[in-house]
């Protein structure tokens, strides 16, 4: 599903080259769970957001289903990103002024699904993170813990095959944390393909495969 062949990024800032990434190479198969850990600094954010089509590589090739998508930007790297690839982010994303209900349905309504599918669809994403009892609830009205599973429901309402979570837990209790994990655990049985980042190496133990990145290199 997921392969990266020898891929570098650099940067160029304040007349001096930076190597966020040194050539990686990662492979995740159809329904994998690989969790990356490593310290501020070490690339993972430049990989994640390579990973997601956010950003291009310097060097190396990345396929993504067979296909590559490295060199796509503009357009077509979004196309790859509303069609294939789910983020799960530290900050929830959520937008303060929409409910749970519309902040789930979003993806759906940029899609042009008609309001009463998407109004469906989102109830139901809702119901399998437990919080359909919150849907007309605002973010400011809800636990860090809420929000993020308001995150994932918006991911699970796009029906994405893989899921990118860049520290799902960072902002949350270790109650809260757990909640989360569980459900990346189900959908990870369900036959999803997950990449989760995180620092921490407890967390990072919730998945069958982990690596770590140390200096732009993955381990």
């Not at 837990?169 to 049985?189: C, F, V, Y």
């Amino acid at each position: 599903m997921i392969l990266l062949q020898d891929v570098s990024k650099t940067y160029y800032k304040r007349g001096q080259t930076v190597h966020a990434l040194r050539e990686v190479s990662l492979q995740v198969p159809k329904g994998g769970f690989v969790a990356i850990t490593g310290p501020s600094g070490s690339g993972k954010t430049t990989l994640m957001n390579i990973l997601g089509c956010l950003d291009r590589p310097t060097s190396g090739r990345y396929l993504l289903d067979g296909a590559p998508v490295g060199a796509l930007g503009g357009p077509e790297a979004a196309g790859i990103r509303n069609r294939k690839i789910g983020f799960i982010f530290q900050s929830f994303n959520l937008i303060s002024s929409m409910s749970a209900l519309e902040n789930v349905e979003l993806p759906l309504m940029l899609r042009g699904v008609s309001r009463k599918d998407r109004r469906e669809t989102a109830l139901k994403a809702l119901e399998q993170v437990g919080l359909a009892e919150r849907a007309a609830h605002r973010p400011a009205e809800l636990s860090g813990g809420q929000q993020q599973r308001v995150a994932i429901a918006r991911v699970l309402a796009a029906d994405p095959p893989i899921i990118l979570a860049d520290e799902p837990t960072g902002n949350l209790d270790a109650a809260s944390g757990q909640e989360i994990l569980s459900i990346l655990r189900g959908l990870h049985r369900a036959g999803r393909t997950i990449v989760m980042i995180t620092h921490d190496r407890d967390i990072a133990a919730a998945a069958p495969h982990a690596l770590r990145m140390e200096s732009g290199r993955l381990r």
